[in-house]
């Protein structure tokens, strides 16, 4: 309605090609005005949006002057002059009488903000059948641009159509700006209170992108609540310090946002950068002293903060590919597409069709946007309450069973322990002439093992070695999830099935990577709608070179990363793939998606490789402590000069050392490789 140009009942008198203008210092007054009238200019509405282009002297004021005459329709009634908006202070004057003042003028300094102005004219000062003459002073010290929308009509609708324009540019912003504090307010809490949760880092990142996208809304309902603003700053200082702060630290967590929000993680490299892309532009906008400075500066400072995105980006694309984050890409996709969606319809009205009487399309999509996240948080938390509530409802029933229950299964329990022990017996015995020697010796390598089961001689680990004659070709650890039966009977297949395949594998030249992933198809093939899983890493060892070195590639299925000790530099490292990313997957899961990449190195004469399972690592102490990688790694090191044998002793010395007299949670698994020199080796007899 506030768009048509009539109204049912109301007379308007377009004024827009009515204004006139004339550059004057700050200390020219109605009379000196009076004196130049004849040196006023037409305005143009090309000019209307950038009316300090016409500024010769930026220290001057602009003075704009509306000339019309009442129609015989609006003659001895009440009048009003409605301007969409200036977007400055402004005092106005009607036939020499005062009218009224938007803003503040200097010293104290305030923008009219993006109210609309309305004038209602007393009738004594209003001349009905002569011409009327409105003189408008305007402060030049900020952003200066006059609507094209200006008109004569009577004071109730002049009244109607300001309130509705005021309440679309600026009141609306201020009740918006409060509800996203809240909302701020809400997501760093949760942050606070979840954080020990990495997924989390989403919610603290979202809650300072909103509270920082209020300082970039101030500017636009400051003047609806003036006593809010600071008195030590400048309107000026306001547009730099709220709206251009505000604005280029909201996009650099707004892409923080999107790449946690996919559960990716950033590299210090990459936040340093990201750093000094928002530091440089801030700091160049708020050392910019004018307004018109800032106007033809700031959209190159902003292209550059834009760059962040370029971080954000490529993720979004990535999580597209992996069917684990697909759901949470189409959800930031859909999140921020209602803001995409203002940002396009305010470059088409406002640069394209040039009109800038409608409200900004894009902080209405902004507000869309938050309120999408918010119900994407909502949701998880009624997810969360329906599981838990359920949760406690089955709770609930099995406590009112659990007597009847508890006496039925200690009777089947009873009359299956006989068959249990006598079939943990079978499969131990099974597992014993399956598994290799643990004294085996081949050309170039000292090897020890240590392999002790969690339930009596039944494990879920697995070794193996594949060798022809005298040469180590390759080794296999893998640990099948569960214990007890079930998992000593999956090793039993797994082993066959890894057999086959590296063999296979290796006389058609295939990589680790490759082989793992032939693996992968066909335990899930055989294992049928057994629900388990396989963890483990494979290694190859080429032939031994001129110098004695051996090449070795290896492809890791969500195992623990082996330890190198490299006797040059003497220093232990992990084997791993150096994306973490990249590297994903476990065996043995149908429709999960895998990545196994290679990770190739060289290994020379007392270099030491040592592998092993979660159940060495993972163990704790009283104290809850984990045994860790680095225990292992400080141990290898001490003992590097010794022999496989005496340093898989210290090593297993120092791990029972350590948990005491905890029982163990998980079979234990553990290798050592030492290289020696091959033209060194006596065969066996």
Request: one cysteine or more; proline letters at 4%.
């Given at each position: 309605m506030s768009c048509k140009k009539k109204e049912i009942g109301y007379t308007r008198i377009d004024l827009s090609d009515a204004v006139e203008y004339i550059e004057a210092p700050p200390d020219y007054f109605v009379g000196d005005m009076i004196r130049l009238e004849n040196d006023f200019k037409p305005l143009e509405k090309k000019d209307m949006p950038n009316l300090l282009d016409l500024l010769e002297d930026e220290n001057n004021y602009l003075w704009l002057r509306i000339r019309f005459q009442v129609p015989r329709e609006l003659q001895n009634s009440d009048v009003g002059l409605y301007i969409g908006y200036i977007h400055a202070a402004d005092r106005v004057w009607l036939n020499n009488s005062s009218v009224r003042t938007y803003g503040n003028f200097p010293p104290n300094a305030l923008g009219a903000g993006y109210q609309a102005q309305y004038f209602m004219f007393a009738k004594n000062i209003v001349k009905q059948r002569e011409v009327n003459t409105m003189l408008i002073q305007v402060w030049t010290g900020t952003s200066v641009s006059i609507s094209d929308n200006i008109f004569l009509a009577p004071q109730m609708y002049i009244y109607r159509m300001a309130e509705l324009n005021s309440f679309l540019n600026s009141k609306i912003y201020l009740?918006?700006?409060?509800?996203?504090?809240?909302?701020?307010?809400?997501?760093?809490?949760?942050?606070?209170?979840?954080?020990?949760?990495?997924?989390?880092?989403?919610?603290?990142?979202?809650?300072?992108?909103?509270?920082?996208?209020?300082?970039?809304?101030?500017?636009?309902?400051?003047?609806?609540?003036?006593?809010?603003?600071?008195?030590?700053?400048?309107?000026?200082?306001?547009?730099?310090?709220?709206?251009?702060?505000?604005?280029?630290?909201?996009?650099?967590?707004?892409?923080?946002?999107?790449?946690?929000?996919?559960?990716?993680?950033?590299?210090?490299?990459?936040?340093?950068?990201?750093?000094?892309?928002?530091?440089?532009?801030?700091?160049?906008?708020?050392?910019?002293?004018?307004y018109r400075g800032l106007r033809t500066y700031s959209q190159i400072w902003f292209l550059i903060i834009m760059l962040q995105f370029?971080?954000?980006?490529?993720?979004?694309?990535?999580?597209?590919?992996?069917?684990?984050?697909?759901?949470?890409?189409?959800?930031?996709?859909?999140?921020?597409?209602?803001?995409?969606?203002?940002?396009?319809?305010?470059?088409?009205?406002?640069?394209?069709?040039?009109?800038?009487?409608?409200?900004f399309f894009s902080l209405y999509g902004w507000q869309i946007t938050l309120y999408t996240f918010l119900f994407?948080?909502?949701?998880?938390?009624?997810?969360?309450?329906?599981?838990?509530?359920?949760?406690?409802?089955?709770?609930?029933?099995?406590?009112?069973?659990?007597?009847?229950?508890?006496?039925?299964?200690?009777?089947?329990?009873?009359e299956t322990n006989f068959m249990l022990s006598r079939g943990l017996e079978t499969v131990a015995h099974v597992q014993?002439?399956?598994?290799?020697?643990?004294?085996?010796?081949?050309?170039?390598?000292?090897?020890?093992?240590?392999?002790?089961?969690?339930?009596s001689d039944v494990s879920g680990d697995l070794y193996d070695y594949y060798y022809d004659g005298q040469n180590l070709l390759g080794l296999g650890i893998f640990d099948v999830s569960g214990h007890g039966i079930p998992a000593g009977l999956m090793t039993i297949l797994a082993k066959s099935i890894i057999s086959q395949k590296f063999l296979t594998g290796l006389a058609n030249s295939a990589n680790m990577s490759d082989i793992?992933?032939?693996?992968?198809?066909?335990?899930?093939?055989?294992?049928?709608?057994?629900?388990?899983?396989?963890?483990?890493?494979?290694?190859?060892?080429?032939?031994?070179?001129?110098?004695?070195?051996?090449?070795?590639?290896?492809?890791?299925?969500?195992?623990?990363?082996?330890?190198?000790?490299?006797?040059?530099?003497?220093?232990?490292?992990?084997?791993?793939?150096?994306?973490?990313?990249?590297?994903?997957?476990?065996?043995?899961?149908?429709?999960?998606?895998?990545?196994?990449?290679?990770v190739?190195?060289?290994?020379?004469?007392?270099?030491?490789?040592?592998?092993?399972?979660?159940?060495?690592?993972?163990?704790?102490?009283?104290?809850?402590?984990?045994?860790?990688?680095?225990?292992?790694?400080?141990?290898?090191?001490?003992?590097?000069?010794?022999?496989?044998?005496?340093?898989?002793?210290?090593i297993i010395n120092g791990y029972q050392?350590?948990?005491?007299?905890?029982?163990?949670?998980?079979?234990?698994?553990?290798?050592v490789l030492k290289r020696t020199l091959s033209k060194d080796f006596l065969e066996e007899i």
């Open positions: 009740c918006a700006a409060v509800i996203m504090l809240l909302i701020s307010a809400l997501y760093v809490f949760l942050y606070v209170k979840m954080r020990k949760f990495d997924e989390c880092r989403a919610y603290l990142y979202f809650g300072l992108l909103v509270f920082y996208s209020v300082g970039f809304l101030m500017p636009f309902f400051i003047a609806e609540v003036p006593w809010i603003k600071p008195i030590f700053i400048s309107y000026f200082g306001i547009i730099k310090w709220f709206m251009c702060f505000g604005a280029y630290t909201a996009v650099y967590f707004a892409s923080s946002f999107i790449t946690n929000w996919l559960r990716y993680r950033e590299t210090k490299r990459t936040i340093a950068v990201r750093v000094i892309l928002w530091f440089i532009p801030l700091v160049a906008t708020l050392a910019i002293p004018t370029l971080f954000c980006t490529p993720k979004l694309f990535r999580a597209f590919r992996d069917n684990t984050r697909r759901h949470l890409a189409l959800q930031c996709i859909l999140g921020f597409t209602p803001v995409l969606v203002g940002i396009i319809l305010d470059i088409l009205f406002r640069f394209g069709l040039r009109n800038r009487n409608l409200p994407y948080l909502m949701s998880r938390f009624a997810q969360m309450f329906v599981h838990s509530t359920a949760l406690k409802e089955q709770l609930t029933e099995f406590n009112a069973h659990l007597e009847d229950v508890v006496a039925i299964r200690t009777k089947e329990l009873s014993k002439n399956f598994l290799p020697k643990r004294d085996k010796t081949f050309r170039g390598w000292e090897i020890a093992v240590s392999y002790k089961p969690l339930d793992l992933k032939e693996i992968n198809n066909s335990y899930i093939k055989e294992k049928s709608n057994v629900e388990n899983y396989i963890t483990g890493l494979l290694f190859h060892f080429s032939e031994f070179d001129k110098k004695d070195f051996c090449e070795l590639q290896l492809a890791n299925a969500g195992h623990p990363a082996p330890l190198l000790y490299s006797r040059k530099n003497e220093e232990v490292t992990e084997l791993k793939f150096e994306d973490p990313n990249e590297q994903y997957g476990i065996l043995g899961v149908d429709g999960l998606p895998v990545s196994f990449p290679d190739s190195c060289k290994i020379g004469i007392n270099d030491i490789l040592v592998c092993f399972t979660d159940g060495l690592t993972e163990a704790s102490n009283a104290d809850s402590e984990e045994f860790g990688k680095k225990r292992v790694a400080e141990i290898l090191k001490e003992n590097a000069s010794r022999s496989a044998e005496e340093i898989k002793t210290c050392e350590f948990v005491g007299k905890q029982k163990p949670f998980d079979d234990l698994t553990l290798i």
